[in-house]
């Protein structure tokens, strides 16, 4: 069966510094990965997907196949960069959605 | 384009009555979704329909959950009776195709007293 874990229920980090949002999955097939951010008050949004390689807010993700992760990385934080992230796993033909636990990204001054 | 909508956005019930939920997907969309969202969790995949067939409802608890999606457009997702543990978020997505952007509403917060 298919699995996402997102290990951290809070990041706090500082304005400009470096942020790394960690995802795995487990899952015996060929994945489709995705990160979505829910902002405060705000619905459920697409923020990146691993097929389509780009960067999104200055967020950037890659697939490790081997390491069977998924990590959202961003070399400066911004205050605006502060909400819910969800890692997302799409498998199978029939497009099954399934979600971690989610990653509360916290920016101070 | 408009969005998902989902209504209502905030019901109140007691343990043992009934509720529905209502969801209109973005037009032309095929995979319809329904998850809950329970406080502090992801969300949890209850039933996902292609066009107005159900592909995956493993999760559904089917004793007490139901869901349809009419004419392939607009879904319901029914609980009766409810229980306490039933308080959650109740989000609908709807997606165009496979592996592709799903599209979220707003959700129904369901507080079951």
């Known amino acids: 069966a298919q699995r996402v874990t997102q290990p951290e229920k809070l990041l706090s980090v500082f304005k400009g510094a470096p942020v790394e949002l960690k995802c795995n999955y487990s899952?015996?097939?060929?994945?489709?990965l995705f990160w979505y951010v829910q902002y405060s008050r705000q619905r459920l949004q697409l923020l990146l997907r691993?097929?389509s390689r780009e960067s999104i807010k200055g967020f950037t993700a890659d697939l490790n196949k081997g390491e069977t992760s998924f990590h959202l990385k961003k070399p400066f934080a911004q205050e605006e960069d502060s909400a819910m992230y969800y890692c997302a796993l799409h498998t199978g033909t029939a497009s099954k959605l399934t979600f971690g636990t989610g990653t509360r990204l916290q920016v101070t001054l | 384009e408009a969005g998902v909508a989902q209504s209502p956005r905030y019901k109140i019930i007691e343990k043992r009555q009934s509720v529905a939920f209502w969801c209109n997907p973005i037009s032309g969309h095929a995979t319809l979704y329904w998850y809950q969202q329970i406080l502090g969790q992801g969300p949890k995949l209850l039933i996902q329909?292609?066009?107005?067939?159900?592909?995956?409802d493993s999760q559904l608890p089917k004793d007490r959950f139901s869901a349809e999606r009419l004419k392939g457009v607009d879904s319901t997702l029914k609980i009766q009776p409810a229980k306490l543990e039933d308080s959650a978020v109740y989000l609908c997505a709807s997606s165009p195709g496979v592996a592709v952007e799903a599209f979220f509403g707003q959700g129904t917060r369901l507080t079951v007293v």
């Open positions: 899952y015996s097939g060929s994945p489709e």
């Open positions: 329909f292609q066009n107005n067939g159900v592909v995956d």
């Open positions: 691993h097929i």
